[in-house]
């Protein structure tokens, strides 16, 4: 049983003419205690699909499901726990002082 599965999942940014799609129709299963890699080239949506996994960025169409509970379908506050770990951490920080 998958404890991660993305359904057909779509996420697009814009509209009409500047519509962007930045997945379209992905789908994913990770089973409990398997290791999955995401591998593609730049500009093929890797960022965007980890936003969606790590629920910070809904998709447009389908869902993300986590031990079957349909995460965006629930508040913030009752969602699994996710971990993301930033690109660069300035990211996260909004930049660094000293």
Known sequence: MSVVRVEEVSRHYGE?????????RVSVDIERGEYTAIMEPSGSGKTTLLSILGSMNPPTSRQLLVDDLGVYALSCDDRPGVCAVPEDLALATGGLTR
């Open 16 to 24: 009409r003419e500047a519509r962007v799609v930045a997945l379209d």
